[in-house]
Structures are given as C-alpha cells and as structure tokens.
C-alpha cells in the first residue's frame, strides 16, 4: 500500500478555529453525547451509537489500514480550538488509483454544532492535507436530500459528478489542481 501507516497516529491537521486529531476509544463517551441527536440521523439513516458501540467502533478506527492493507483508513475527531470540545468527525479512506491516491471523505458535525461553519473547515483542511500528502481525487458521496452536505462540498471546491451509487448518493469530486486550472 503505499498509504503511509503512520497517517492515523501521526496526523493532526489544523484549520483557523479547529484540530483535527486522531480518533481514540478514549474519545467514544463524548462522542455519544454529540451524536446523540435522533435529527442527525434523518437522511443518512440509522440511530445514534451508545458510548460502547463507538468504544468498539473507534479501537478498529485506531488501526491505519484495512485488513488486506489496499485502503488507508484516517478517522479524525474535530475540536474547537477554543475549548478542546468535540463538535463532529471527519473520514479518509484512501486506496491506491491508476493516476495516485484517491480518497473518499465523510463529515459529520453534532446538530448542537451545525451552522457555525465546522464542517467545512474542518472538511476543507482535511482536503487540503490529503492533496498536498499525495491525494490526485479526493471525493465523497452525499444523498441528494443532505442540502448542508452537498453546500459544504461546493464551499470546498467539490462539483456533483452526475454519478450515482445505487444507495442514490451522488458523487462530489474534488481534483488537484493541476497547471494552473484548479478543481477539475
């Protein structure tokens, strides 16, 4: 794979009001309580976890790359900068494409938190790390009904592709900009 290990343990991006830093279990208990909120689940379906569901979830999140070793996996949690608290996450799963690195990102930011800007921030920074430690795509999938997640992938420079994966999400693409011609 040639998605360093050391991703997940070592990296620590910043941005104007926010640290992005590694998930750990430790970080599972306050992570329940902001995602705890039943409207956060509204599009993207499911419940919010019990501090023991993420314990678990965030000890397999810890280990840099899947079990075959094809995808790096950077799992973050977000803080304010002001405060050390936890507003949301932000996911990087990276795999080896024909061109370089490709990475798919996820962003979730607690409904206490929404409206401030978090998720782009945070989103936008982790972006700009991916791209200049080597990623030539980076892209997420975003249900068509999710209009924040969609407004956050265009103030981050990502367009909607017109491709559809058959839960219905759409594809955002975010392209390195290359001579000068910005996102592709």
Wanted: proline share 5%; aromatic share 6%; net charge neutral.
């Amino acid at each position: 794979m040639v998605v360093p290990a050391r991703w997940p343990q070592d990296a620590v991006v910043r941005a104007a009001r926010l640290r992005v830093e590694p998930v750990r279990a430790a970080d599972a208990e306050e992570m329940a309580a902001v995602l705890s909120d039943p409207a956060l689940y509204a599009v993207i379906g499911g419940a919010p976890p019990t501090a023991a569901e993420l314990a678990a979830r965030y000890r397999r999140w810890e280990r840099p790359s899947s079990d075959d070793g094809r995808e790096g996996r950077l799992n973050w949690v977000v803080r304010r900068t002001s405060d050390d608290k936890a507003v949301g996450t932000v996911q990087a799963t990276v795999t080896a494409g024909a061109q370089g690195l490709v990475a798919e990102v996820a962003w979730v930011v607690g409904v206490p938190f929404q409206g401030h800007g978090y998720a782009t921030e945070a989103t936008e920074a982790v972006v700009g790390w991916l791209v200049e430690h080597g990623a030539v795509d980076v892209h997420a999938h975003i249900a068509p009904e999710h209009l924040s997640s969609e407004a956050v992938a265009r103030r981050i420079g990502m367009r909607a592709t017109g491709e559809f994966r058959d839960d219905g999400e759409q594809r955002w693409r975010h392209r390195r900009s290359t001579g000068g011609r910005g996102p592709a």
